[in-house]
């Protein structure tokens, strides 16, 4: 199922001016750590809508990790490092720390307590999330 995409209002990196670079630090090299390089922030607007689809999406798509099976998608590290949606390969009760899940998946896993609580893909209510926050608010829109 597709799911519509939202963007939240951005405006180029007050600190950088837009450039993602800022004097040399040893701990950032060169690049601008408040807009992390990519050259634009959220905007105030911006900040609000995207606040409120977080919360939205956690109370809607968020699960304990015990209710996660395989096969399921979540909100997790993929294999890059970055985050995004990866498919769960295992999910099992940890031998040493019993509190603890040893998750795999296609992305990267680890040892997590069962009570995390991560989001689950489910493109219907994610369409309608995005939808009702890009309406709602003027810092949010859908771009396809
Ligand atoms: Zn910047």
């Known amino acids: 199922m597709p799911v519509v995409k939202i963007a939240f209002e951005t405006e180029n990196c007050s600190r950088c001016d837009g450039t993602g670079r800022y004097s040399y630090?040893?701990?950032?090299?060169?690049?601008?750590?408040?807009?992390?390089?990519?050259k634009r922030t959220l905007t105030q607007r911006g900040q609000a809508a995207r606040k409120a689809y977080d919360d939205a999406v956690d109370m809607y798509c968020g699960v304990l990790l015990w209710e996660v099976v395989p096969g399921d998608v979540i909100w997790h590290t993929k294999a890059n490092g970055r985050k995004?949606?990866?498919?769960?390969?295992?999910?099992?009760?940890?031998?040493?720390?019993?509190?603890?899940?040893?998750?795999?998946?296609?992305?990267?896993g680890g040892l997590i307590p069962f009570e995390t609580r991560v989001r689950l893909w489910r493109p219907e209510v994610l369409n309608e999330i995005?939808?009702?926050i890009a309406r709602l608010h003027e810092g949010a829109t859908i771009t396809e």
């Open 84 to 108: 995004g949606w990866v498919t769960v390969r295992s999910v099992r009760k940890d031998a040493h720390e019993p509190e603890h899940a040893a998750l795999t998946t296609d992305g990267q």
């Open 25 to 38: 630090n040893p701990m950032h090299g060169r690049m601008c750590f408040k807009c992390k390089g990519a």
């Open 130 to 132: 995005r939808k009702d």
